[in-house]
Nanobody
Framework: QVQLVESGGGLVQAGGSLRVSCVAS????????MGWYRQAPGKQRELVAT???????DYADSVKDRFTISRDNGKNTVYLQMDRLKPEDTAVYYC?????????????????WGQGAQVTVSS
């Protein structure tokens, strides 16, 4: 089995910083992309940032120059450093990993999700 477990998040004032982390564990053969989505109340889940296994990053326009995604391949961990936070960043943040489990036939990859971490930014 594969699990993604998130940590971090919390409550911060506007302009502050937070970091969320996500560790993938279990029967993992290899991990392709990792990243973060977020979902605010009453809104659809949206992509925040992604990082490839080679370190290539991509960001939503709304978080560019404020958020930084990184990963530690040796630890199967992805991080999201969030700076200059705004009230509109308030959401549940979900990590995901596109990975090949050891049980996969034909080396098929699948998306796995974390349980979500609440980030609340007060004005």
């Amino acid at each position: 089995q594969v699990q993604l477990v998130e940590s971090g998040g919390g409550l911060v004032q506007a302009g502050g910083s937070l970091r969320v982390s996500c560790v993938a564990s279990g029967s993992i053969f290899s991990i392709n992309d990792m990243g973060w989505y977020r979902q605010a109340p009453g809104k659809q889940r949206e992509l925040v940032a992604t990082v490839s296994s080679g370190g290539r990053t991509d960001y939503a326009d709304s978080v560019k120059d404020r958020f930084t995604i990184s990963r530690d391949n040796g630890k199967n961990t992805v991080y999201l450093q969030m700076d200059r936070l705004k009230p509109e960043d308030t959401a549940v943040y979900y990590c995901y990993a596109n990975l090949i489990p050891t049980t996969s036939k034909y080396n098929s990859s699948y998306n796995y999700w974390g349980q979500g971490a609440q980030v609340t930014v007060s004005s």
